[in-house]
């Protein structure tokens, strides 16, 4: 119903137009002669009522696109008949002044306020125009219905308010019906603007209720992770202070197990809070960060061997992120599974459309000298995120056993201004999501656990 009553709202009016001429045409198509044809067969060009229907046919066909035009229409014609520019009606053709109550229905429907209003008294005064032009010796002589005796003044007082009660009566079924298709149509609109609304206010209590939930949970998170990290950081400083005599090995991975139970705190505080209280981002990690983590990571950890090649090239503040989240989760990774020790080679390739990060990290064997990874693989979190990550950055990465090493290749495009925008909202908005919590935390499972 909706998309017939939008497209007649829209050509509705010439269509109309145009079967109003032709059935007209079809009607009058053998008596094109005043008074029932009793001066024979005629033609359009020489017929009387030509210039009504002519008229009347405009006013319709402009009635939606031209409203003032149409009313205009109509009162040219009147006004020409009463100054006898052109021929008054007949008795067989007198009806072609419904085509202005036509017309009104049309601006009834798509028109509003003081437009609708000024319609409404303009079809009032032609109907009066009309009913004085019918029933007046002078022009329409009764149309052949009406008794002249007493002339104008006798017919007026005596059928007048007749017909111009039946032209009011068509002009009002007229715009009746126009007002009633535009109320239907209002109606329907406002139904889909309360569905709208509703659906919106749904879909907002939603985000309310995970959004409460999801800072439940992450302040709950946080006491954890925080009271636990505190106490590993304080027993390994206590017990580094408490074994001066312990040897310099020992030493060492108590200093680091309470650095990195430290970092992992900052780390954690700023993912899980993600914004401050005043609505700005906490700061995050960009390209430049990574040279710190690497050399905390060598410090009695990982074997890590660095290299770039090309020229490097700016990054986004996301993509940053981004680069620095994945190389975060491949050393930590490297360090769970391969071991204190581990040899890792990390490359930067800014020379093709995008910086490539290459990293390869040797695969520990069982006590059997197989590798861990050739038993069935439990995918855990962090491969996932990092996939995200690359995603979201606008790339890609691949990740996998190959031979004795296991291989991480990620791709991040070099974007354009406008891009660098739109990707920058996306990283940093996953950037607040629990997966950096994840990614960031050391031990993932994604080769085995």
Known sequence: MEPILKFARRWGAPVAAGIFFALWCVAEAGRMGPNGGHWGPGSL?????????????????????????????????????????????YANYWAIYIGSFIALAFIAWTTQGRMRLAAAGANVLFASSMTFLMLSWRYGAGVGWFSQIGGDSGILLRNGWQLF??????????????????????????????????????????????????????????????????????????????????????????????????????????????VRGDGMAVP???????????????????????????????????????????VQECLTNALKHGGRG?????????????????VASEVSSSKHGHPVIAGPQ???????????????????????????????????????????SARENIVEEHSLTHNDLQVAAAGDADRND
Request: glycine content about 8%; hydrophobic content about 45%.
């Open 45 to 89: 060009d020489t017929w009387e009522g030509t210039w009504p229907l002519v008229l009347m046919t405009l006013a319709i066909a402009v009635a939606v696109w031209q409203p003032t035009v149409s009313l205009a229409l109509t009162g040219l014609l009147l006004i020409g008949q009463l100054a006898h520019l052109i021929p008054p009606m």
């Open 165 to 274: 009660a039946l032209l009011m009566m068509i002009a009002a079924a007229c715009f009746s019906l126009g007002l009633l298709l535009s109320l239907y149509q209002e109606r329907g609109s406002l139904f889909r603007a309360r569905e709208l609304a509703e659906r919106t206010l749904q879909a907002t209590e939603v985000d309310l209720i995970v959004e409460q939930e999801r800072t439940r949970i992450a302040r709950d998170l946080h006491d954890v992770l925080a009271h636990s990290l505190a106490v590993i950081a304080a027993q390994a400083d206590g017990s580094r202070y408490l074994s001066r005599d312990q040897p310099k090995a020992v030493l060492g991975a108590l200093e680091n197990i309470a650095g990195s139970a430290r970092t992992a705190l900052v780390d954690a505080q700023r993912v899980i809070e993600g």
């Open 342 to 358: 581990t040899a890792v080679r990390l490359h930067f390739n800014w020379s093709g459309p995008g910086l490539t990060v290459h």
């Open 284 to 326: 995050q990690p960009q390209f430049t960060d990574i040279e710190g983590l690497v050399e905390g990571l060598q410090h009695g950890s990982l074997k890590i061997q660095t290299s770039e090649s090309g020229t490097r090239m700016e990054l986004s503040r996301g993509q940053q992120v981004a680069v620095f989240r994945i």
């Open 378 to 420: 439990r995918l855990g979190r962090g491969l996932p995120g990092m996939r995200e990550r690359a995603h979201s950055a606008g790339g890609w990465i691949t990740a996998g056993p190959d031979g004795e090493q296991f291989r991480v290749t990620a791709f991040i495009p070099y974007l354009t201004d406008v891009e660098d």
